[in-house]
């Protein structure tokens, strides 16, 4: 199971791009709601659906966590008592943990990141404490993914695909999306 977090402010594309991808590579997701509200307002207006609270999530079963970007829901997330303690869990645990543009900094606020290589979107370095930060597009060290922003939303998608699945898949998404015409 793939949890992907929304919060009030969280930017759409990399929450919806991501789970598209995801899903299209036949991987079971849920879009988890942190507010309480199954109905939940993103960065530019649009009203998600998600598929469970927070509350409904069986973290025992959890193969990876993602957080989406934007602002204010990152800072949602990082503020969100009980979503960074079982963010620790899971990288105690060892399991996958990705996040997108601004949300690394949930992850540099626990001190996660320490010695890690690490993407985000440009002026959140500073909130990755201890990382190295690259300003790649997509960057894995260990089990944490981190993508640099919007526009790396396809690539963080079919990078995610190719750890939980196989290349071949992540392929072939790529070329059915046409993301090879793109790059």
Same mark, same amino acid.
Request: aromatic content about 8%.
């Given at each position: 199971?793939?949890? #992907?977090?929304?919060?009030?402010? !969280?930017?759409?594309? &990399? ?18 709601? @942190? !507010?309480?509200?199954? #109905?939940?307002?993103?960065?530019? *207006? ?6 469970? #609270? ?6 025992? &079963?959890?193969?990876?966590? @993602? ?33 997108? /543009?601004?949300?690394?900094?949930? +992850?540099?606020? +626990?001190?996660? +990141?320490?010695?890690?290589? =690490?993407? /985000?979107?440009?002026? %959140? ?13 997509? &960057? ?8 640099? $922003?919007?526009?790396?939303? %396809?690539?963080? *998608?079919? !990078? #995610?695909? &190719?750890?939980?699945?196989?290349? =071949? !898949? ?5 070329? $059915? ?7």
């Amino acid at each position: 199971m793939i949890y #992907l977090f929304f919060s009030t402010g !969280t930017e759409e594309i &990399e929450a919806l791009g991501t789970a598209d991808i995801i899903r299209r590579a036949g991987l079971d997701l849920k879009i988890v709601s @942190v !507010t309480g509200e199954r #109905l939940v307002t993103g960065a530019h *207006g649009m009203n998600i659906q998600t598929d469970i #609270l927070f509350e409904e999530a069986d973290f025992f &079963e959890a193969d990876l966590l @993602v957080l989406p970007g934007g602002m204010p829901g990152a800072a949602n997330m990082a503020a969100h008592s009980d979503l960074c303690e079982r963010i620790r869990d899971h990288v105690y645990l060892g399991r996958p943990i990705a996040a997108i /543009c601004a949300a690394p900094l949930v +992850l540099g606020r +626990l001190g996660l +990141l320490e010695g890690k290589r =690490a993407t /985000c979107y440009p002026g %959140f370095e500073g909130e990755l404490a201890g990382a190295t930060c690259t300003g790649a597009l997509v &960057e894995v060290d260990g089990q944490f993914i981190t993508g640099k $922003g919007p526009a790396a939303v %396809f690539e963080f *998608g079919y !990078t #995610l695909v &190719e750890l939980l699945k196989d290349k =071949a !898949t992540a392929d072939a998404l790529r070329q $059915g999306m046409l993301w090879s015409e793109v790059r």
